[in-house]
Nanobody, 122 residues
Framework: QVQLVESGGGLVQAGGSLRLSCAAS????????MGWFRQAPGKEREVVAG????????VYADSVKGRFTISRDNAKNTMYLQMNSLKPEETAVYYC???????????????WGQGTKVTVSS
């Protein structure tokens, strides 16, 4: 059974930071590109970032460039999202998912985690 389990969400003040983790089990994703998505209340889910299997290429939504960093540790079958300078409008449930395309671009991955909630207070 494939499982992606996110952790690290919580409540943070605007301008603060959080680091999300995504641990995979039941299947290794070390040869797959992976990504992070988010869904804010009342909005459609959107891709936040993607990373190739070897971490050579990362892709970010324009809204998070320069503030978010995606990374992975294939030995641990774990992916991360470091989020800095968080804004209230980034309050959302954040999901990890994969596999993505080999370029790191994520559209409709088949496997998803249950999500971790991030609340950014103003």
């Amino acid at each position: 059974q494939v499982q992606l389990v996110e952790s690290g969400g919580g409540l943070v003040q605007a301008g603060g930071s959080l680091r999300l983790s995504c641990a995979a089990s039941g299947r290794t994703f070390r040869l797959d590109a992976m990504g992070w998505f988010r869904q804010a209340p009342g909005k459609e889910r959107e891709v936040v970032a993607g990373i190739t299997w070897n971490s050579i290429r990362t892709v970010y939504a324009d809204s998070v460039k320069g503030r978010f960093t995606i990374s992975r540790d294939n030995a641990k079958n774990t992916m991360y999202l470091q989020m800095n300078s968080l804004k209230p409008e980034e309050t959302a449930v954040y999901y990890c998912a994969g596999p993505c395309s080999t370029s790191g671009t994520c559209t409709a991955p088949p496997y998803w985690g249950q999500g971790t909630k991030v609340t950014v207070s103003s």
